[in-house]
């Protein structure tokens, strides 16, 4: 099992650009999760989905769209980049909403820098 | 609405060291704690969870964790750390519905030779 991956691994964008950031996980998970990683903040939520068809804001939303494609895929549209956006991005996955205690497992993070 | 605070952003110890990395949640509701590591430019894994019974949990690379409720604590413990433990760490908790997780800010682990 490749678990999650993220694609891209790298990202450098003009402010204003538009681009998705892609998510797959192969564990039959529910749940998946995108999330941002700034120094000195720790990890926000951004968006999350507890089921295919379904998505919820977090903490962080403004700025970004999600899709939930279907059980195995989730990405991340950033419609018009923005400095404040630079930012390491992870996505996670989990097995059941309803019954919470399921870890979340990660994936190896994309590293978007908007100049 | 849950909340994480990692009382240290950074702690140096020397290899072969006891270490505490310190944890305290604030919730109203009944919570899962879990510990996470971030080696360089890695994702997150899985370190420790506590869901219910025994209050002290341990993994398998020799850290352990204890559940104190009346202190709405959960700080990670190493009797003796290696130079590969160098690592970020993160205290996370959910409650029981499981669709949010709430993070800690991190701890920076530096084990010196």
């Known amino acids: 099992n490749a678990g999650v991956t993220q694609t891209p691994k790298f990202q450098v964008l003009k402010t204003g650009q538009s681009m998705t950031l892609q998510c797959a996980q192969d564990m039959n998970h529910n749940s998946m999760y995108w999330y941002r990683q700034d120094p000195g903040m720790g990890l926000r939520l951004i968006y999350y989905?507890?089921?295919?068809?379904?998505?919820d804001k977090g903490e962080v939303p403004n700025g970004y769209n999600v899709s939930r494609l279907n059980k195995r895929e989730f990405s991340l549209r950033l419609e018009s980049a923005a400095p404040s956006q630079t930012s390491v991005y992870f996505c996670?996955?989990?097995?059941?909403?309803?019954?919470?205690?399921?870890?979340?497992?990660f994936g190896p993070g994309t590293r978007l820098t908007v100049t | 609405a849950q909340s994480v605070t990692q009382l240290d952003s950074q702690v140096p110890v020397f290899e072969e060291a006891p270490v505490e990395l310190r944890c305290n949640y604030s919730?109203?509701?009944?919570?899962?704690l879990f510990w996470y590591v971030q080696y360089p430019n890695q994702g997150l894994q899985l370190l420790l969870k506590?869901?219910?019974?025994?209050?002290l949990v341990k993994s398998i690379n020799g850290f352990e964790a204890e559940f104190n409720k009346s202190q709405t604590s959960f700080h990670l413990r190493k009797p003796s750390v290696h130079i590969s433990d160098t690592a970020e760490y993160f205290c996370a908790v959910s409650d029981n519905t499981g669709n949010q997780f709430y993070f800690g800010t991190g701890t920076s682990l530096t084990v010196i030779p």
């Open positions: 996670a996955s989990s097995r059941n909403p309803g019954q919470g205690g399921y870890e979340q497992y």
């Open positions: 919730s109203s509701v009944s919570v899962y």
């Open positions: 989905s507890a089921s295919e068809g379904t998505t």
């Open positions: 506590y869901l219910s019974g025994s209050t």
